[in-house]
C-alpha cells in the first residue's frame, strides 16, 4: 500500500484510542524524504510518497490505513553531542567552527546539538568545551541553514 498524505500527528489526533496503531521506526534522516518504505512493528511493509511538497514528515506523523487503523512513524533516537555554551563568545566560536565543518545542528534552550561526530568531539576536547553525548529522539531532522530566506 503506498500512502500520500499525512492524517495528522498523534500528539494532535484527540480520539487517537479508537484507532488500532502500527508504528514504523524511522532514522531522523529519513524525516527530510518525500519517498520512503517502511515496516511496521506488526511486519507490514508500506510505501510513503507524499503527494503534497509542503507536507513534511516529523515524529508522530500518522497515515490513515483505513477508518481505525493508523501507521505512526517513530523516530529511533541519535547519538548527539549536546554543547551548552557558557556565553556569547563561546557561542560564536562554535558557530563559527560547526559552520566550517558544515554540520547541521539543532539550536535551543542555549544548546547546540548535532549528531555525534569523531572529528567534532575530538576538537572540543582539544579546546576544553564541554559537551555531553546523549541519546536524543528528534522531533524533526537537523537541517543546514537556510540562507535563501
Known amino acids: 500500500m503506498i500512502l500520500t ?10 480520539n487517537l484510542s479508537d ?3 502500527e508504528t514504523a521506526m524511522v532514522k531522523s534522516d529519513d ?8 515496516t ?10 507524499l503527494s503534497d511538497s509542503s507536507q513534511v514528515l516529523e515524529n508522530g506523523s500518522a497515515f490513515k490505513l483505513s477508518d481505525g487503523e493508523l501507521l505512526v512513524l517513530s523516530v ?3 547519538e548527539m553531542i549536546v554543547i551548552s555554551p557558557k556565553g556569547i563568545d563561546e557561542m560564536g566560536e562554535l558557530a563559527h ?4 565543518l558544515h554540520k547541521p545542528v539543532q539550536i535551543a534552550d542555549g544548546t547546540i546539538s548535532l549528531l555525534f561526530d569523531k572529528v567534532v568531539a575530538e576538537t572540543l576536547r582539544a579546546r576544553h ?5 546523549e541519546s536524543i529522539q528528534l522531533e524533526q531532522p537537523l537541517r543546514y541553514a537556510d540562507l535563501s530566506l
Open 5 to 14: 498524505d499525512v492524517f495528522n500527528t498523534v500528539d494532535e489526533i484527540e
Open 19 to 21: 484507532f488500532h496503531i
Open 31 to 38: 524525516l527530510m524524504k518525500s519517498i520512503l518504505r517502511v
Open 40 to 49: 511496521t512493528d506488526h511486519g507490514n511493509d508500506y510505501g510513503i510518497r
Open 76 to 78: 529511533i533516537p541519535d
Open 97 to 100: 567552527m560547526l559552520g566550517n
Open 129 to 133: 568545551i564541554p559537551y555531553t553525548v
